[in-house]
Structure formats: structure tokens, C-alpha cells
Nanobody, 120 residues
Framework: QVQLAESGGGTVQPGGSLGLSCTIS????????MGWYRQEPGKQRELVAR???????DYADSVKGRFTISRDYGGNTVYLQMNSLKPEDTAVYYC??????????????WGQGSLVTVSA
């Protein structure tokens, strides 16, 4: 069983910074990509940032230049550093992983969600 454990998030004033981390555990044959999505009430979940096993990164236009995604050397933990936060960044942030559990079995896994609130 593959699981994602998130930590971080919380409440911060506009212009402040927060960090999120996510660690994958379980039987993973190959990690394809890990990243973060966010969802506001009544809206669809959207990609925030992701990093592939080849270290390529992808960001939503709304967070480029403010958020940075990175991963540890083993590729099992991914971090999201969020700077210059805006009220519109307020959402539940979900860690996501796309992995192979065997050479042919693809699996997508979601974390439990972490609330980020940006408010004065």
C-alpha cells in the first residue's frame, strides 16, 4: 500500500511564507512524479507545482516566481516553499504522486490535504 504523509500549512498574513512537505511510503517500484494541487470550496482541484523523477518542474502561472517545489535526494519527500503569499492562495493543498508499484501497474495517490489560509 502506498501512502502520502503531508505536513505544514497553517495561517499566515499576506506577503508571508509557508512550507509544505510530503513523504511517500510503501511499495513503490518507480516514482514518476510528485506534486501539489489545491482546491478552494466550490472549485475544481488545480495543479500548483510538480516535479518529475527527472527533476523537471512545472508550475501554475499564478504561483511562478513565488513558489518553489523541490525533493530530497532519494526522491521520497517533496517540499513546497510558498513565498509572497496572497489571499487568493488560500485553499486546501493536496500532495499527489504518480508511481508504478510494479513494472506495469500505475497508481495515483493523494495525501489527506493541508489547509493554507492567507489572511490579515
Amino acid at each position: 500500500q502506498v501512502q502520502l504523509a503531508e505536513s505544514g500549512g497553517g495561517t499566515v498574513q499576506p506577503g508571508g511564507s509557508l512550507g509544505l512537505s510530503c513523504t511517500i511510503s510503501g511499495s513503490v517500484y518507480r516514482n514518476i512524479a510528485m506534486g501539489w494541487y489545491r482546491q478552494e470550496p466550490g472549485k475544481q482541484r488545480e495543479l500548483v507545482a510538480r516535479v518529475t523523477s527527472g527533476a523537471s518542474t512545472d508550475y501554475a502561472d499564478s504561483v511562478k516566481g513565488r513558489f518553489t517545489i523541490s525533493r530530497d535526494y532519494g526522491g521520497n519527500t517533496v517540499y513546497l516553499q510558498m513565498n509572497s503569499l496572497k489571499p487568493e492562495d488560500t485553499a486546501v493543498y493536496y500532495c499527489h504522486a504518480a508511481v508504478y508499484t510494479t513494472p506495469t501497474s500505475h497508481l495515483e495517490v493523494w495525501g489527506q490535504g493541508s489547509l493554507v489560509t492567507v489572511s490579515a
